[in-house]
């Protein structure tokens, strides 16, 4: 289906994107085993590489967990959209 705003779109970028069929998790994962010290992050004057951000996302995980939460449950984060 063709929008209006795809003919805003730069020669050579097409609409149409292949998602995979893998969780965010998975698709972190995979950054850190390609190119662990690319920045992930820039915000504010700090930056965090893939490896530093699968870390941070381990941690609260593990966080997570020992507050009872399990696989397959939901949480809300409430927050402004920030990195925080």
Partial sequence: MIRPWH???PQGVSPKVAIPNQTIYELLEGSVLDAPT???VIYEGKELTYS???T???RLAAAL???GI????RIAVMLPNSVE
Wanted: hydrophobic share 20%; net charge positive; glycine share 6%.
């Fill in 38 to 40: 690319h920045k992930a």
């Fill in 7 to 9: 003919s805003l779109y």
């Fill in 70 to 73: 399990r696989k397959g449950e």
């Fill in 56 to 58: 941070a996302c381990d």
């Fill in 65 to 67: 967990y020992n507050r």
């Fill in 52 to 54: 530093e951000l699968k």
